[in-house]
């Protein structure tokens, strides 16, 4: 330091500021790539989405069942026979558990809003009555509560008649387990929705079978916005990349998501109402067909109205994801009525995606490309 070269101590300081911005390169890459990991995968950090922890769940809910605490037609199979085998977690958040699993070689999804059984309210009448006569409970009784439970979470006022698909059935040998098991699954929003609409549309997933507070519907190839085409058109109909069998493929499905459109607008008593609409929410079968796989923020319509009205001073108050309605003004009141359309939010979300530029290799000819572009772009507004 005794000769202090001025040029010298220049330089340093010029490699100096190098390595920084090198340095600080290098980390923002980290945080970065970190950040887009949990953006895709929002169960890594979390310790519970291992499958250490999945099967000390399932390993639980089958003590449970041994002792007869919970049932289920899929108990049996999981439990006993190994016919029901965990393969992954999909996903977990706050308590939310999705696994994937092969049933008798077919593969299923296993889901509970809650990983323990002991999360869920027990039914009231069932600890009254603990020890002897949970035999005696009128089924009225249990179908009154039922139809409470309906009420309560999807907003409709149902007949008993119309309750079937909710109901455990005969009482057997291990009633008291049906009934704590029913009612674990009648506190599942998601449960509710796919039971009754059960058989009722090829939009929804059908509920296989349940153990305790789980319940399995068929695994599907959802939807994502990393995929080019939104939907893996190779793992769910073996459709390959690029060509003029993918453009077709891309057609037959926005055709399907018209369908639902239709279907969720007027063959039920309400119209249904899908609040979320993204990729990532639907998912197509092999034969192409669309299925709202996450129906958390569909709302029949009693429910939406009641989601709507809200005070508000201006429209924006009113929005609620992708269901809006309007502020009116003199009564600071958001309007009952929704002012878009499921059709709407489709054709913004989903198909200008696939049709805002020509398709590669369509087999159709580009004035209609254009045509249908400006139909999409009509639509979405
Ligand atoms: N039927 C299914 N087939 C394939 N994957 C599914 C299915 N159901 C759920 N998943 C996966 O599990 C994740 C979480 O399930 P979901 O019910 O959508 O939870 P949430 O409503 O909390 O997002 C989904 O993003 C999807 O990746
Ligand atoms: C479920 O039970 C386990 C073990 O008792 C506990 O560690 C965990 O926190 C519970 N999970 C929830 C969501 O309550
Ligand atoms: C909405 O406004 C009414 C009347 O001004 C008020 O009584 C009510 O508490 C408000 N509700 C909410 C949720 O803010």
Redesign the pocket.
């Known amino acids: 330091g005794a000769r202090g070269p001025a040029g010298r101590r220049g330089k340093c300081g010029r490699c100096g500021q190098g390595a920084l911005l090198a340095c600080a390169a290098w980390t923002a890459g980290w945080v970065l790539a970190v950040a887009l990991l949990l953006r895709a995968h929002p169960g890594v950090l979390s310790e519970r989405c291992t499958d250490e922890r999945s099967r000390r769940i399932l390993a639980a809910l089958c003590r449970d069942y041994r002792r007869g605490a919970l049932t289920g037609d899929l108990c049996e199979d999981l439990c006993v026979a190994g016919k029901l085998l965990y393969q992954r977690c999909l996903y977990y958040e706050r308590g939310k558990k999705v696994l994937q699993a092969d049933w008798r070689g077919r593969p299923v999804v296993l889901k509970s809003t809650s990983e323990n059984f002991s999360s869920f309210q027990s039914l009231g009448l069932l600890d009254e009555e603990a020890g002897e006569g949970s035999q005696d409970i009128p089924e009225a009784e249990l179908l009154l509560m039922v139809a409470g439970q309906v009420k309560n979470v999807l907003g409709l006022e149902l007949s008993s008649g119309s309750l079937g698909p909710l109901w455990p059935g005969q009482q057997g040998p291990r009633w008291r387990g049906q009934l704590a098991s029913s009612w674990a699954l009648l506190q599942q929003e998601e449960f509710i929705h796919l039971s009754l609409l059960q058989g009722l549309s090829q939009h929804v997933l059908p509920v296989l079978g349940s153990c305790g507070h789980f319940y399995a519907v068929e695994y599907l190839a959802a939807g994502s916005p990393h995929h080019r085409t939104l939907f893996p058109l190779d793992e769910a109909a073996g459709i390959p990349w690029g060509g003029q069998g993918q453009a077709k493929a891309i057609s037959n499905i926005a055709l399907s998501f018209l369908d639902m459109v239709n279907h969720f607008h007027s063959d039920f008593s309400h119209r249904l109402h899908l609040c979320d609409i993204k990729p990532e929410n639907f998912a197509i079968r092999r034969d192409l067909t669309v299925v709202a796989i996450d129906v958390d923020m569909a709302f029949f319509e009693p429910k939406m109205s009641e989601i709507l009205e ?2 508000c001073t201006g429209d924006e108050d009113c929005n609620f994801f992708d269901c809006f309605s309007k502020c009116d003004l003199r009564i ?2 958001c309007g009952a009525q929704r002012v878009n359309s499921n059709l709407q939010v489709i054709c913004d979300k989903i198909f200008r995606h696939w049709f805002s530029s020509p398709l590669e290799s369509s087999a159709i000819s580009l004035q209609l490309q254009w045509q249908l572009r400006g139909v999409v772009q009509e639509c979405a507004d």
Do not use: I
Request: no cysteine; net charge positive.
């Open positions: 809200q005070n600071n009141k």
